[in-house]
Structures are given as C-alpha cells and as structure tokens.
Antibody, heavy 116, light 112 residues
C-alpha cells in the first residue's frame, strides 16, 4: 500500500532553514502531486504547497517567499525547505498524496520545533 | 481563502447511535461546470495518519465502511456515522479543494 514517511530535524533555531524530506513507497512518485501540510500545536491544518515529479510547484501565497519544494524521482522523495523560521513555524508537518485536491494518503507527520 | 467551519467541536455518541458532523464553507464549493462539490472528509486517530473517508462530498473512499456517508451541497455539508462503533472514536475534518489554497475545518472530536 502507499506509504509516506517524513523525516528531518526535530529542532530548528529561529531564523534558520527548516528542511524536511518525504519518502514515498508503494506507488510511483510520478503518479501524483505531493503536498506538504502542517498543524501547529492546538491549531488547524494548513496546506503549504505541492509538487509533481517534473518539479511543477504550487505554493500557498502566505508562505511563498520562504518556501521551496523539490523532488528526487530516483529516490522517490519530495523535500521542503522553509527559510527564516520563527516560533510560529513550530508544527507537525505532514506529507500527503494529492495537489490542490483531496489527499488520499498521508504520512504520520514529523514534529518540528523552532527554538533556540 | 475559503474558511471552513465545523460544528460541533466535539460530540459524545452512544455505541450504535448516529453521529452527525456539520461543515460550512464561507463560499460555495460547488463547481457549476461539472456539478461537483469540491469537499472531502478525513478521520484522524492518534498515532495514525489522517485517513480520507469521503471526497466529492458524497463518494466513499475504497475500504471505508458504508456507515460513513457524506451529504450536502454548496456551502453546507454533513458527515454522518450511521451506527457508531468503538473504532470510530477520532477527530474528523472537512476540507475544500474548490479553490487554492485547499483549506480545512477546525475538526470535530467524536467520543463514546
């Protein structure tokens, strides 16, 4: 079955760059767009953006200036970089299958805390 | 952005009874050209990934029990669990994908 696994540092210092990777298995990474979604503690879900196998991206305009997504088809991975992080970027970050659509598979998520 | 508002925030339902969760969008998510409502429902249990239950407002994802059903159109939607089972205790979210960015409701906690 489709599995998505997020990975990356659990702690990032303010003003630094948050980097996460999502490894996709059970389906070709070429088959879909892949999204990043986050949930700050005690708050709602926020779609950050999506990317497909050829590198076409769509970003949430609220984060567009700080956000970069990339894809490595050879490793079946999508990645996220968020620059100039603050405490407001502390969240559980999910990788999900789907673009500007519904999301048919999700990872377990990885918690990223922004703190010095 | 389209704002999704769910109600109630939480509800307690006896085993075997009906659970009803409401979701309201700040603008219509019905696309006139295809007559589809761009609305999905998810179930989220602790320690598990969120699970897609319903898309196009009424279409059950493969493998989802038929006690789960979605209804509604335009701006008002409902997720119904016809006969609550113990394994249905979870958070439930609605999400619109009519316009970018996709946005989610705040969630409804269903308890026994």
């Amino acid at each position: 079955q489709v599995q998505l696994q997020e990975s990356g540092p659990g702690l990032v210092k303010p003003s630094e760059t948050l980097s996460l990777t999502c490894t996709v298995s059970g389906v070709s990474i070429r088959s879909n767009f892949w999204s990043w979604i986050r949930q700050p503690p005690g708050k709602g879900l926020e779609w950050l953006g999506c990317i497909n196998y050829s590198g076409n991206t769509n970003y949430n305009v609220s984060l567009k200036s700080r956000l970069t997504m990339s894809v490595d088809t050879s490793k079946s991975q999508v990645s996220l970089k968020l620059t100039s992080v603050t405490a407001a970027d502390t969240a559980l970050y999910y990788c999900a299958r789907g673009g500007k659509s519904y999301f048919s598979s999700w990872g377990l998520g990885t918690l990223v805390t922004v703190s010095s | 952005d389209i704002v999704m508002t769910q109600s109630p925030d939480s509800l307690a339902v006896s085993l075997g009874e009906r659970a009803t969760i409401n979701c309201k969008s700040s603008q219509s998510v019905l696309y006139s050209s295809d007559s589809k409502n761009y609305l999905a429902w998810y179930q989220h249990k602790p320690g598990q990934p969120p699970r897609l239950l319903i898309y196009w407002a009424t279409t059950r994802e493969s493998g989802v029990p038929d006690r789960f059903s979605g209804s509604g159109s335009g701006t008002d939607f409902t997720l119904t669990i016809s006969s609550l089972q113990a394994e249905d205790v979870a958070l439930y979210y609605c999400q619109q994908y009519y316009s970018s960015p996709p946005t989610f409701g705040g969630g409804t906690k269903v308890e026994i």
